[in-house]
């Protein structure tokens, strides 16, 4: 879904490794140990028109696929 999102490669760099911990504390909880604590808020900066939106509302869908979140959405 983000290879179709130019530019924004910190952020996408991010997502994934926000995912990945997601994994592993899921199977974390699965064999009984702690999971490791995983806060979802983010800011994007950067000037106008670089995508920061667009790109927030794909994280948010990505979230919900990834059962992170309840819902697909983000504040504006």
């Not at 979802?40 to 000037?47: A, D, K, V």
Request: net charge positive; glycine share 10%; no cysteine.
């Amino acid at each position: 879904m983000f290879d179709k999102i130019v530019g924004q490669s910190k952020a996408k760099i991010h997502l994934e490794q926000l995912l990945a911990k997601a994994k592993v504390n899921e199977l974390r909880k699965k064999h009984g140990l702690i999971d490791a604590a995983t806060t979802l808020h983010s800011l994007f900066l950067g000037i106008p028109g670089s995508g920061k939106t667009t790109f927030a509302r794909v994280m948010g869908l990505q979230l919900k696929e990834s059962d992170l979140l309840s819902s697909g959405h983000f504040i504006e």
